[in-house]
Structures are given as C-alpha cells and as structure tokens.
C-alpha cells in the first residue's frame, strides 16, 4: 500500500547535501528544486522551486553545527510544505541536536529536546525518521511517529569484514562502553557481533581531582573496540582508550562512533590517543582536510534510502534492523 501515490520528492537543506544527493541516487528520485539560503541579518529563508501538492515528501537535514542554523531551515521547509499542501512531510533528520539536553540535571535546567520535538511537531511534520538518539526516551518526546534507525547495523558489517578471525576467536575480542551510561547500547553491539563486553567507570574522588578509571571486564592482551553514539570533544573517549591500555593492558584499541560532532580540539586528541583508528558515521558530513587520520567515515545513506522506502510504501522497517 502506498499512503500518498506515487509521488515522492526529497528535499535537502544545507547540513548534510553529500548525504542526501547519494540517498537520491540509490533511490533513482532527482533531488528536489529548493533554494535554502541566508540574509545578511542572519535569517533563514527557503523557497520551493517545483510543486509538492499531495506529494510524500521528505525533507534531509541533520541538526549539527551551527545548530541553531541548520534547525530553523528545516523548521522553515516544513512550513513551506505544509503550506504548499504536500500529502505528508517526514522530517529525515540523521543526527538530532539538543538529543544530550533530554532531561532535568539541576534545578531550573530546561528539557531542549522536549522543546525541539514540539517546535517540529507545531511547524507541521507527520513524522521522524533519525538515528541513533543520544537518549532512547525521546522517542516518546513526539506525538507523532518516530522510526528510530540504528547505527550498528553499519559498524557490525564493517568490523567483521575489518576482523574476520572474531568470528573464530571471539575472546581475542571485546566491545567497550566507554561510560556507564553508554553499557545499554554498547551490550547491544557486542551481542551482534558476538564479542564479550567491558566498561570504563569513571569516578571523581572529590572536586577538582582527576577522574579515577576502573575498568570492569576483561582487557588483557585483547583487541577493544570502543562503542558509543556520539563524539563531541572526544575528551572522554580518549581517557578510556588511555585507561584501557595502561590500566587493563589491553593491546590495541579501535573506536567507532555514530556522529562525529568534533567540537574543539577533538582531531588533536584522537590524534595523540592510544586509538588506532576512529570510525563514524556521515550522518554529520566530514570536515575537510582534517588533521586526522585515524578518522574513517562509513556511508550511512544506504540505511536511510532503504527506510524511506518503507515508510513511503508503508511497510515494516524491522528488517533494516
């Protein structure tokens, strides 16, 4: 069953446009006519150069930095699509900002994730189609669907071709969560690729003393491949492949990530880590002529091409999973 005819067109801002040119390959649709563009003041504007009228439309913009930026363009196309009568508008966006502000640390603390979902929702979107969210309970943020994709279906096609003796020696192995709050997801890789699992407990002993590492599991002599869903200055991700070495004597250590934020100095930090090489996900594009070259970035497109498909068709995406 088709929910909205034939008619699907797929839009880009201007976060990610590498990403969604190569999804509109892989699905044979021409990528859709939209001039997304600034004024001298700063103010987004979008104007559409062809008819969305009952169309399916999907709109591709990661939330990334500048945030702020790339946020009110998608907010804006949304608008423009409502207001040009499209069928339905799923938001596509790969990475979701403001994901790691998704609950009240501290009195008075806002919840901007909370706030994100309603502006989406207000602005017109019928659905979301995103990847790897910082916390899983902001699915629950929208009153409209959310297909949640995930990064890992990736990463376990790309380190078993990476290590194919793992299959045969899995206790040669071992998936790191690089904090306690990351061991949920990190198990979960670790299941499908079929390694053990280890975690870095990082402790503060009293204010202004540097963090304790304990590693919890077994590292000696193993190769670690450390797990998480996102990088921003690589400052945590770094200290537990420090720690993994010289406190759980490992031998070498991997990591793999679904977005490469990379705020700050995070290039320089990979760069002196003891991390042989660090992989991420293009759902935020690559900088270019990065100081780096541990860093490898893996084509996401094909995951998301595959679930516009079944979202336009209106069938089970379980199977991408």
């Known amino acids: 069953m088709i929910a ?3 008619n699907i067109q797929i839009f880009s801002g201007n976060s990610n446009p590498q990403l969604a040119e190569t999804i509109c390959k892989i699905l044979n649709v021409p990528m859709g006519k939209a001039i997304v563009k600034h004024f001298a003041d700063g103010e987004a504007s979008v104007t559409l150069e062809e008819t969305v009228r009952g169309a399916d439309v999907f709109l591709i913009q990661s939330t990334c930095k500048p945030v702020n930026d790339h946020l009110m363009e998608l907010l804006i196309m949304i608008d423009a699509c409502r207001r040009a009568s499209a069928g ?8 979701f900002g403001y994901a790691r502000q998704d609950r009240k640390a501290k009195s008075r603390d806002p919840i901007s994730a909370k706030l994100v979902a309603n502006m989406l929702t207000a602005a017109g979107a019928d659905r979301i189609l995103t990847m790897d969210l910082h916390a899983a309970q902001i699915q629950g943020f929208f009153d409209i669907p959310l297909d949640h994709l995930l990064g890992n279906v990736t990463f376990v096609d790309y380190y078993k071709k990476k290590f194919p003796e793992s299959v045969y020696n899995h206790d040669d192995f ?5 904090d306690v709050g990351s061991v949920g997801r ?23 003393v540097s963090e304790v590492m304990n590693i919890i599991g077994d590292v000696e002599g193993k190769t670690c491949i450390l797990y998480d869903d996102l990088v921003d200055t690589a400052g945590s ?12 004597g490992a031998k070498e250590v991997y990591a793999c990530a679904t977005h490469g934020v990379l705020s700050s100095t995070a290039y320089e930090r990979l760069e002196e880590s003891p991390i042989r090489e660090m992989v991420f996900l293009n759902t935020i594009p690559e900088v270019g002529n990065t100081p780096s070259g541990k860093c ?3 084509d996401v497109a ?7 498909e079944h979202i336009h068709g209106a069938t089970s995406i379980a199977d991408l999973f």
């Open 4 to 6: 909205y005819g034939d």
């Open 88 to 95: 339905r508008i799923t938001a596509v966006i790969p990475y």
């Open 174 to 178: 071992v998936v790191v969560s690089p």
């Open 186 to 208: 990190a198990r979960n890789f670790a299941t499908k690729v079929h390694m053990g699992l280890a975690i870095v407990d990082k402790r503060r002993p009293k204010a202004n």
């Open 237 to 248: 991700l770094c200290n537990a492949a420090k720690a993994l070495v010289e406190i759980g």
């Open 296 to 298: 490898k970035f893996l």
């Open 302 to 308: 094909p995951v998301f091409a595959r679930a516009i």
